[in-house]
């Protein structure tokens, strides 16, 4: 920074000499600049000789003003975060500025992603200053993974331990919607204790207000139920009791395989590939075109239920 002397006069008959404070000449006209501070002394001699001395005393105002930023974070409560710069000194200039160009000139700066900041302030001297903050971007969601199925079926009277597995730093809400059913609703892994809704939905929140997600779907197991008569009469054709086959609820999908043997071990009828419940898929008490006779006969039965597995069963009927 510099500072311009000057002698204002209206006699244009006069001689100026400058010289500093050490005595050494500095300039020979009305007016010099200066780039220090001390006392500057002006020699003014007239047309006739007279000579008058001045001295002028240049303070130096160097002192930098001291300039503080403060900033929040981007979150995702917070998707924008707000700069401010404090400074005890009275500021003429505020410069903002990110890694490529300018962007405000107030003493605040409102910004929606992370990222360095810079600003530069500037006195009423021209002494300028220059800070810089790291603004943070903490908008990552909890991480979570469900271990267990996303559609659980549960059996009468009982209970399912879920399991998820979760990654995540900070403190984190867990928060269950329903809560009936459950045996917490604020843990990570609760227990269904017994079906009363359909499905769950698991929010996680962390200490930035990001959140996840995960829906569980419930459904009621029913046990697999048949029934197989253990006496049949086609030999009667009154429409009532005329064929034997397996009967099932809806678990029982398939009658994949179906024997009918007599005492001596000998296969009298079989069926391949139909479904449960309807009897005229069933034996009729015929072998080979011609009614067998009334006693006691062994049957196999091999079913398939919705959930793929396979199952036997074996007994004996009696057809009068």
Known sequence: PNATITANSNNDNLGYTW???????????????????????????DE????????????????????????????????????????QSELTDVVWSDANEVVSTDNQLAVDQGGWYYVQGSNQYGCESEDSILVLENITAPVLILLSPDTIKLLPNGFYDILIDEFS???????????EGLS??????????????DSYQLTVTNDYGCITTITIH????????????????????????????????ENVVLINEMYVYDRWGNLVYSNNNFLPNDPYQGWDGLFNGESVVNGV????????????QILTFAGDITKM
């Open 19 to 45: 010289s500093n404070d050490l005595s050494n000449t500095i300039g020979n006209s009305n007016t010099i600049t200066v780039s220090s501070g001390g006392v500057f002394s002006l020699y003014i001699i």
């Open 297 to 308: 006969y062994v049957y196999l039965f091999k079913v398939t239920t919705n959930e793929g």
């Open 169 to 179: 730093s900070g403190n984190l809400d867990y928060s269950w919607m329903p809560t």
């Open 184 to 197: 917490c609703s604020d843990c990570l892994e609760p227990t269904i204790t017994e079906y009363l809704h």
């Open 218 to 249: 419930v459904r009621e197991k029913k046990l697999t139920s048949v029934n197989i008569p253990n006496i049949f009469s086609p030999s009667s054709r009154d429409g009532n009791n005329d064929y034997f086959t397996l009967y099932g609820n």
């Open 48 to 87: 006739n000789g007279c000579e008058n001395v001045y001295n002028v005393n240049i303070e130096e105002q160097l002192e930098l003003p001291v300039i503080n930023l403060i900033a929040d974070n981007i979150t995702c409560n917070n998707s924008m975060a707000t700069i401010t710069l404090e400074s």
